[in-house]
Nanobody, 124 residues
Framework: QVQLVESGGGLVQAGGSLSLSCAAS????????MGWFRQAPGKEREIVAAISRSGVTRYYADYVKAQFTISRDNAKNTVYLQMNSLKPEDTAVYYC?????????????????WGQGTQVTVSS
């Protein structure tokens, strides 16, 4: 049974930081591209960042570049998202996802497995 379990969300003031983690089980973690997505109320789910199987290649959406950092530890089957300088517009449910494709995709359709999400709320 595949499980992706996010943790680390919460309430933070604008300008603050949060670190999200996503622990995977039931998959060969190093064979999957991992992505972080977010969905705000009334909006579509959008990609935040993604990382290749080896961790060498990283993709960031323009709206989080220089603000968020994605990383992974294949020995721990875990992907991370460090979020700095948070803004109220970063408020959303954040999801991690696993994609069995050989390269990074920005599309939700490409991802095979999803976590349940973790709420991030940034107050002004």
């Amino acid at each position: 049974q595949v499980q992706l379990v996010e943790s680390g969300g919460g309430l933070v003031q604008a300008g603050g930081s949060l670190s999200l983690s996503c622990a995977a089980s039931g998959i060969t973690f190093s064979s999957y591209v991992m992505g972080w997505f977010r969905q705000a109320p009334g909006k579509e789910r959008e990609i935040v960042a993604a990382i290749s199987r080896s961790g060498v290649t990283r993709y960031y959406a323009d709206y989080v570049k220089a603000q968020f950092t994605i990383s992974r530890d294949n020995a721990k089957n875990t992907v991370y998202l460090q979020m700095n300088s948070l803004k109220p517009e970063d408020t959303a449910v954040y999801y991690c996802a696993a994609d069995n494709s050989p390269s990074i995709s920005r599309s939700t359709v490409s991802y095979d497995y999803w976590g349940q999400g973790t709420q991030v709320t940034v107050s002004s």
